[in-house]
């Protein structure tokens, strides 16, 4: 899964240690997400693209065809 | 993040029951030596699906095929594994041998420098078993450079962005994870063990108990093909997901 965090949080001027805190998560697993190294829990999704004031979830995070096969 | 990549690891290292079978034979045959090396060249594959794959993510086990450039990377671990405990042995040697010669002289100093040098040689021992853990990660994910096993800096850099402690915690989890599942694993094989030889089902007619037989046929079986690998491959696959490539910085 592949998502635009890193774009829209340097967009927005935060660094990861910040956006983890907004969320409760390390920023290791921000680092993570931002290098498509983790996949993560629907809650997580939502609280990071709540966190970065984006509506959508699908504004984020972007689920790849190859993803979208596997679950058909 | 870290119980997600247990999680992973655990689920990940189940996929298919005949890699840890073949993997099970090649741990079954370390004693001719050269099996060894194939065996640390499928925790190399297992190590680079990891470190460019995904947690909780669809990576698949890695095939058991083309023996020879799995020798080749299997080589490459145990050297940089090799090279990397060297130091603190030489270290180690060094403290007795110049301990033992100034004991001649004088027994108290003697002594002191061997049991600091014994402490030091402990210590950086230690250091050097986490730094060769990464060395690998990072050789493996930059297509098998050896240079890059011994790229100190980088190294160091990637054990801080993780961070030292939690480095450690994650390491020692795993530890704590490998032992509870050998330990369980242990107490169900002994309990068929034991039912096996005391119910005497299985008495032959010179009274050999082949159930004690059987008992400790399986117990060895399991352990050999099917928990060593499983355990292998999970410790693997964990070490390569808690590597971060040093480009997703901030």
Known sequence: MKTKIRYIRQEK??????????????????NALENSRYNP?????????????CEYIEDVFILENDNMNDEN | MILDIYKDSLEYSLQEGKTLLKLGVMMFFSFLILPIFLVLGY?????????????????KLPKFDDLTSMFVDGLKVFLVKFIYLLIPCIIFLASLIIGG????????????????GIIISI???????????????????????????FDYKSIWKIISNVGWL????????????????????????????ITLG???????????????IIGL????????FLISPYLTIFESRAIGLIYEPLDGDD
């Not at chain 1, 829990?41 to 004031?53: M, R």
């Not at chain 2, 010669?101 to 600091?116: A, K």
């Open chain 2, 166 to 193: 939690r480095y450690i915690g994650f390491y020692l989890g795993l530890i704590i994870i490998i032992t509870v599942i050998s330990i369980i694993v242990g107490i169900i094989l002994a309990l068929i063990w």
């Open chain 1, 41 to 53: 829990s629907l809650i997580l999704a939502y609280k990071i693209t709540k966190a970065l004031n």
């Open chain 1, 13 to 30: 001027g935060i660094n990861q240690q910040e956006l983890a805190n907004k969320v409760g998560v390390t920023r290791q697993t921000i």
């Open chain 2, 217 to 224: 046929l399986i117990t060895i079986s399991v352990y050999l």
């Open chain 2, 43 to 59: 925790y190399y594959r297992v190590l680079d699906t990891a470190t460019h794959g995904m947690i909780n993510g669809d990576d």
């Open chain 2, 101 to 116: 010669q100034i004991s001649g002289l004088n027994n108290n100093v003697g002594s002191g420098v061997m049991f600091v």
């Open chain 2, 198 to 212: 005391i119910s005497g089902a299985f008495v032959s007619a010179f009274g050999l108990n082949i159930g004690l």
């Open chain 2, 123 to 149: 210590i950086l021992a230690i250091l050097f078993y986490f730094l060769s853990i990464m060395a690998v990660s990072n050789m493996v994910a930059n297509n098998g450079s050896i240079k890059d096993a």
